[in-house]
Nanobody, 121 residues
Framework: VQLQASGGGLVQTGGSLRLSCAASGRDFSNYFMGWFRQAPGKGRDFVAAISGSGTMPLYADSVKGRFTISRDNAKNTVYLQMNSLKPEDTAVYYC???????????????WGQGTQVTVSS
């Protein structure tokens, strides 16, 4: 599975962005898809994940109510809608795919290249 993330950019506090992650390969709907983020000098933190069928979304407490993960299996794409952005959301955002998912980055098998999100105060 190869993953290509896009949609990052610079936005003011309170603004919105939508990240996309396009997957190539077979059986996209068999994989959990997730988003993680990594701020400078910090580890890679879980943001959100979604099951292969698009049910059972899971969110980090820090983004719950502001971010929404979704997927379109016909397009082999997963999205992360980010609203009410805060400066502390600034990070490189990575999409990931795995057969079983979870909130620990090291448990995920496939990774995209990352897209920078910067929220100005």
């Amino acid at each position: 599975v190869q993953l290509q993330a896009s949609g990052g950019g610079l936005v003011q506090t309170g603004g919105s962005l939508r990240l996309s992650c396009a997957a190539s390969g077979r059986d996209f709907s068999n994989y959990f898809m997730g988003w993680f983020r990594q701020a400078p000098g910090k580890g890679r933190d879980f943001v959100a994940a979604i099951s292969g069928s698009g049910t059972m979304p899971l969110y980090a407490d820090s983004v719950k109510g502001r971010f929404t993960i979704s997927r379109d299996n016909a397009k082999n794409t997963v999205y992360l809608q980010m609203n009410s952005l805060k400066p502390e959301d600034t990070a490189v955002y990575y999409c990931a795919a795995d057969a079983t998912g979870g909130t620990i980055a090291t448990m995920w098998m496939y990774w995209g290249q990352g897209t920078q999100v910067t929220v100005s105060s």
